[in-house]
């Protein structure tokens, strides 16, 4: 056995090894530390051997987790001394013990340059290390054009060049300031060329991180790593060493592919065709084999070239066969690529659209679900999350339910989030979730936060048909031995509301319910039990006839509340007691909660903040969001009943006949409809949750009044209203150069113009639309001459738009274009628009902009010629509302006639001239394309001459929400903004003696 | 990029501790801890990473290898590709091999810096220097030979042979 060639070294290690306890072992080390502190300061005598001696001791005690604080001095003074051994021991242990701020460090700065340009290579090799590992920012000043020499030197030895290769990349990191691109670019190309495969995976490392702070500074570059990737692969001149396992370098290949990927999607198809050679090859040619380490190796290589295969955005074929891959990689028994299997593939869900492909492999990851690897189970809950939608999400759910039962608690939380923001996600109807949920709380209650049950109260209260069946259910919970408190707390909320509805099943008499709940009642916390007081009082209400024994029991439980030390347990107390004795009169306090308005789940919310990076992210959460709608389309009895026939327009909280609204330029709007429209505005969940509490319980504690109507809450300030959505964030010290209302005013009657501009960053956006569906392309222009960083593009679509675009790199290097093509199909007409949340850092300053894209409906519109017989023909086919809609508008912009039949056909609304034979009239008529198909809209403006602010307003199309939408997308267009719009009031007779069409018209109206 | 390189025993005592990020010797230990907990309890035939979030923060992972007494560890972020990792621990293990002749724990305890310096020949501040076994070592026998070289006026090392039957 060789030895640390110390004796003194080798005693002191055997007795803290002899050590029987922490306790001795302590004693040895506190004894060790004190003699070497009086070796130090009494200097005279102590041998450069001793010194080495005791600077090793010290980083053996600091190994085994004593806080050394002296010696420092001691050690860093070493690395100027003159001897190799002893300036090697102060170079490796000052790399451990200190750290880059420590000020010792910058007495040295000079003898380790002079390590560094003296010609001792291995002085040279041993500072590179130092800095290498604990370099800060002044050695980098000092230090990184000597690094850079030594580096491209070709006399200096490959083993010094590539510890300066690392040694400049941990300068570049400290200060990116002392590698110039223009300069260092063409070096790294050359050095690129290096033939020795040691030196060239320290160079690769280098690239990595100048790539990926500038793609472009680099590009010339990337054929080079194109070249070498296939060099590896067809394993040329590789030398034996550098081949492991027989497979060249895996190390170098892996950091290769890692460089591909930070630049930008190589576009060059030469190029491009090179490298999917390669990829095609590693794709093809990596078998199973015996030999771990060969297999490790082989796998490392195909794992990242799968990597490089997604960021290339490679054909449908090539991602089919990455994903073919991938699935035998799930279900093969080698757990460590079970796990990569697992995690690429939940990788590959995020940048392609391969959710059917995987779904093939839903029984594998499953199965790995239930594998005893802690990691394994993880990967296998994450991909199953991602991947899960509507049509698989009641198998994923139900699979997730049956595991938390055996789940170790580690991933319980997890687990438990997950399956109840699935459940909600893609529920197949409310039912089944609201059994899931309830299952939930009974298997892990613990992890079952508030938000979750509530949502569960919401669901139940808005949808009459699942009352009777949430309340068996929780009537059947409670039976059960061990009931959780959040159990108990929605349980007794749910029997309090709608056990009248079971009273006829067997157990389930309101004494009996009362019974089971209030068995329940001594172990709950002080919130829970002012709950249950309000379900008594409830359940008392409803038994009809009044059962004087319950009457009796229930009194007896307030009676005992009344003195209770928590005043709001108390207060209900004395108050129920009195309501109780009421009679009849109590049914009208008691009666059963008003709906809820619709609002965002605060669960699905808080999951969409948590998620991580947003650019990589953003498919996914599209498609996320969008499938969160169908929660609310399926929602039958929804809060919004007077609205038109079901569509996408269920959840979207306007009813026809508009209440007074106020102007409001600024407010935001309501919550809830922040919820439908799907642009995120919704307040922080924090008060989100409190207005839940208030809004559960508030009826109940009698300061509201019992029953309010949820038309109200659900009015919103008109979204259209052009200021209400000037979201430009006033918090941002970067201003735009110029309005954004205008550039918007002007997009929404162009195809493409600026979106956005300041001094950094331009957008620009080109759109073309086909019917129903457009081909939008988002301009992101850097316009200064350094790289915007941390660029995140997240398009809110209104819930009336599906909208797709692809991942958008994250740097946009300087004076460098990035195109984001979006694609656009129109469900169902809305005037909403939606919003781009659009962010980038520019030298660690943030900016975040909400900007409305111009996704107007005038864009569908395509102006229609008509002639006189089929207006009237068609006019005369729609009989009145909701089909067809007549409103008289004021505050109208004062215009001509004629600038407003100008204004009509600019926004595509094909005015028909002479149509009408009254000059101050309009006709017009427009198609509306959505995914339905198209609509004939037919549209007449009767105007005042003699007062220009206001005119009456007539819409007709066979859909009433199409019609709505569009006779408020035209008082949009008309209206002059600063003023309040007021109820429509009797239609004014604009129109008298007239004879033709006119009369006709004017009869028909 | 590697957060760090950690050899410690089966009974979770350290070896060779080697932190490429700042950490104070408190969360250093911390982290020495949690490692040995999570890693103590993983079945024998369960993959070689483990996710790290609560101790180097989020998309870092272990990557280990269980040889006899001894776990090796490399803390990695997501820059590294796992399975590479894997293969360096391999060639680690294989150069301490080399170097020590049939390696066993008693050679890194007592030879705890020699095994500084050949960790310092493959990985420098959280990157691969060296991915060549037999290039590590002829670096490492080069400093040794030069160290020797200034130890020629010390007492030569005897009789401590007899630490290594004590295990």
Redesign the interface.
């Known amino acids: 056995?060789?030895?640390?060639?110390?004796?003194g070294?080798?005693?002191f290690?055997?007795d803290v090894?002899?050590c029987q306890n922490k306790e001795q072992e302590r004693v040895r080390v506190d004894k060790e530390l004190a003699n070497i502190r009086t070796r130090f300061k009494n200097q005279r005598g102590l041998t450069p051997?001793e010194k080495k001696k005791y600077v090793?001791k010290m980083?053996?005690i600091?190994?085994?987790?004593?806080?050394v604080d002296f010696g420092h001095m001691e050690t860093v003074a070493l690395i100027s001394a003159p001897?190799?051994?002893?300036k090697?021991?102060g170079y490796?242990v000052t790399s451990?013990l200190l750290?880059?701020?420590h000020d010792f460090l910058r007495l040295v700065i000079n003898t380790v340059r002079n390590d560094i340009i003296g010609r001792n290579e291995?002085f040279q090799?041993l500072a590179l290390?130092m800095v290498?590992?604990v370099g800060g920012r002044e050695f980098s000043e000092s230090l990184a054009p000597d690094v850079q020499k030594l580096l491209v030197s070709n006399t200096c030895r490959p083993?010094v060049r590539?510890?300066a290769a690392?040694?400049l990349?941990?300068l570049y990191r400290k200060n990116p300031d002392v590698v110039n691109v223009e300069g260092w670019s063409q070096q790294m190309v050359q050095l690129l060329d290096e033939r020795d495969?040691?030196v060239l995976?320290?160079v690769m490392?280098l690239l990595?991180a100048l790539v990926a702070s500038n793609p472009d500074g680099y590009w010339s570059c990337l054929p080079k790593c194109v070249h070498i990737l296939e060099r590896l692969t067809r394993n040329q001149d590789i030398l034996q060493?550098?081949t492991?396992y027989g497979i060249p370098?895996?190390?170098?290949q892996?950091k290769t592919m890692?460089v591909l990927q930070y630049f930008p999607v190589v576009e060059d198809p030469n190029v491009r065709r090179g490298l999917f050679d390669v990829l095609q090859r590693i794709l093809v040619g990596t078998d199973v084999v015996k030999n771990v380490?060969k297999n490790?190796?082989s796998?490392?290589v195909l794992?990242?070239a799968i990597a490089l295969v997604m960021h290339l955005d490679a054909d449908k074929e090539m991602m089919s066969q990455c994903v073919a891959l991938l699935g035998k990689f799930v279900a093969v028994r080698e757990?460590?690529i079970?796990?990569?299997g697992l995690e690429n593939m939940t990788r590959m869900l995020l940048v392609a659209d391969v959710n059917e492909s995987i779904k093939k492999h839903q029984a594998h990851i499953i199965s790995s679900l239930k594998d005893?690897?802690?990691?394994?189970r993880?990967r296998s809950l994450d991909l199953l999350y991602g991947m899960c939608d509507i049509s698989n999400a009641k198998d994923i759910v139900e699979e997730l339910l049956q595991y938390l039962t055996t789940a170790d608690f580690g991933i319980r939380e997890e687990l438990a989030l997950k399956a109840a923001i699935l459940a909600e996600k893609f529920a197949p109807n409310l039912a089944w979730y609201v059994e899931v949920i309830l299952q939930l709380i009974e298997k892990a209650g613990d992890f079952v936060s508030d938000d979750i049950w509530y949502r569960v109260v919401q669901f139940v209260t808005n949808n009459d048909d699942l009352q009777a069946f949430a309340a068996a259910k929780a009537r059947d919970y409670l039976d059960k031995p061990a009931v959780h408190e959040t159990m108990v707390k929605v349980a007794g909320y749910l029997l309090g509301e709608y056990s009248h509805l079971l009273a006829r099943r067997p157990g389930c008499s309101p004494k009996e319910v009362f019974h089971i709940i209030h068995d329940k009642f001594p172990t709950v916390t002080t919130p829970t039990k002012a709950l249950l007081l309000s379900a008594y009082v409830k359940i008392l209400m409803h038994s009809q006839p009044p059962d004087q024994e319950l009457q009796a029991q229930v009194d007896e439980v307030f009676k005992r509340c009344e003195s209770f030390i928590d005043a709001e347990v108390q207060q209900r107390a004395v108050e129920y007691i009195i309501l109780s004795h009421k009679g009849p009169s109590m049914v009208d306090i008691m009666a059963e909660m008003p709906k809820f308005p619709e609002r965002q789940s605060a669960l699905i919310k808080r999951a969409e903040d948590a998620e991580?990076e947003p650019t990589e992210m953003s498919a996914t959460k599209l498609r996320q969001r969008q499938n969160s709608m169908a929660l609310v389309v399926a929602d039958p009895g929804s809060a919004n009943g007077g609205l038109p026939p079901p569509s996408e327009q269920l959840a979207l909280p306007e009813p026809p006949p508009p209440a007074p609204e106020p102007a409001a330029p600024a407010a935001p709007a309501a919550p809830q409809s922040a919820y439908a429209n799907g642009t995120n505005k919704a307040p922080a969940p924090a008060s989100t949750n409190g207005d839940l509490l208030g809004d559960l319980l508030a009826p109940l504690a009698l300061e509201a009044p019992p029953i309010s109507t949820p038309s109200p809450l659900t009015q919103s300030a008109d979204p259209g209203e052009p200021l209400a959505l000037a979201l430009y964030d006033q918090q941002n010290q970067i201003k735009p150069i110029g309005s954004i209302e205008d550039w918007f005013r002007a997009l929404s009657l162009k195809d493409s113009g600026v979106l956005y501009e300041d001094p950094y960053i331009q957008i620009g956006i080109k759109s073309e639309w086909r019917e129903a569906q457009a081909k939008m392309v988002l301009f992101l222009g850097n316009k200064h001459t350094v790289p915007l960083v941390n660029i995140r593009v997240l398009i809110l679509p209104a819930p009336h738009l599906k909208m797709q675009f692809s991942r958008v790199p994250d740097t946009i290097p300087p004076r460098a274009q990035v195109q984001v093509p979006v694609e656009v199909t129109c469900l169902s007409a809305s005037r909403e628009t939606a919003v781009l949340d659009f962010s980038y850092t520019i030298s660690t300053l943030p900016v975040n902009v909400k900007l409305r894209l111009p996704t107007l409906m005038n864009k569908i519109f395509q102006a229609a010629p008509v002639s006189a017989s089929d207006f009237v023909a068609h006019w005369r086919a729609i009989a009145g509302p909701p089909t067809k809609l007549q409103e008289v508008v004021r505050g109208v912009r004062p215009m001509p006639v004629s600038d407003m039949g100008d204004l009509f056909n600019s926004l595509h609304i094909g005015v028909a001239p002479g149509l009408d034979p009254n000059v101050n009239n309009i006709v017009a008529a427009t198609t509306f394309f959505s995914q339905a198909g198209a609509t004939l809209c037919l549209v007449r403006v009767e105007t005042d001459p003699s007062d220009r602010t206001q005119m009456r307003l007539t819409v007709a199309s066979q859909d009433p929400n199409v019609t709505y939408e569009v006779k408020e997308f035209i008082k949009e267009q008309v209206i002059d903004i600063p003023f309040a719009r007021t109820p429509a009031p009797t239609p004014s007779p604009a129109v008298m003696g007239l004879t033709g069409p006119a009369a006709v018209l004017a009869g028909l109206i | 990029m590697i957060l760090a390189a950690l050899v410690m025993n089966t009974q979770g005592k350290?070896?060779?501790?080697?932190f490429?990020v700042?950490l104070g010797?408190?969360k250093?230990?911390e982290a020495?801890r949690t490692i040995y907990s999570a890693l103590s309890q993983?079945?024998e035939?369960?993959?070689?990473?483990?996710?790290t979030e609560d101790i180097f923060g989020?998309d870092t992972k272990l990557v280990y290898k269980h040889f006899a007494t001894l776990y090796f560890i490399f803390v990695i972020d997501s820059?590294e590709?796992?399975?590479?990792m894997?293969?360096?621990i391999?060639?680690f293990v294989e150069t301490l091999d080399r170097?020590?002749k049939n390696v066993c724990e008693?050679?890194i305890?007592?030879?705890?810096?020699?095994v500084?310096?050949i960790l310092?020949e493959i990985v420098?501040?959280g990157?691969?220097?060296?991915?060549?076994s037999?290039?590590v070592l002829k670096?490492v026998q080069?400093?040794w030979k030069?160290?020797?070289?200034?130890?020629l006026?010390?007492?030569s090392?005897?009789g401590?042979?007899s630490?290594?039957s004590?295990s």
């Open positions: 056995m060789a030895l640390s060639g110390m004796r070294l080798s005693v290690i055997s090894r002899n051997y090793w980083l053996y600091y190994m085994l987790g004593y806080d001897k190799y051994a002893e090697q021991v490796i451990c750290n880059e701020n291995t090799c290390t290498g590992n083993l590539k510890k690392l040694c990349l941990r495969l040691g995976t320290a490392s990595v060493e550098y492991y370098s895996p190390w170098l892996v890692r380490n490790n190796a796998h490392a794992f990242e757990p460590n079970r796990y990569l005893p690897d802690i990691s394994i993880r991580g | 350290p070896r060779i501790t080697k490429y700042p010797v408190e250093q230990q020495i993983r079945p035939d369960s993959c070689s990473f483990v996710e989020p820059s590709s796992e399975l590479g894997l293969d360096l391999q060639v170097c020590f008693l050679d305890v007592y030879n705890f810096n020699k500084h310096t310092d420098m501040g990157q691969v220097v060296e991915t060549n037999a290039e670096a080069d400093i030069l160290e020797r070289v200034g130890d006026n010390v007492p090392v005897r401590i042979g630490y290594r004590k």
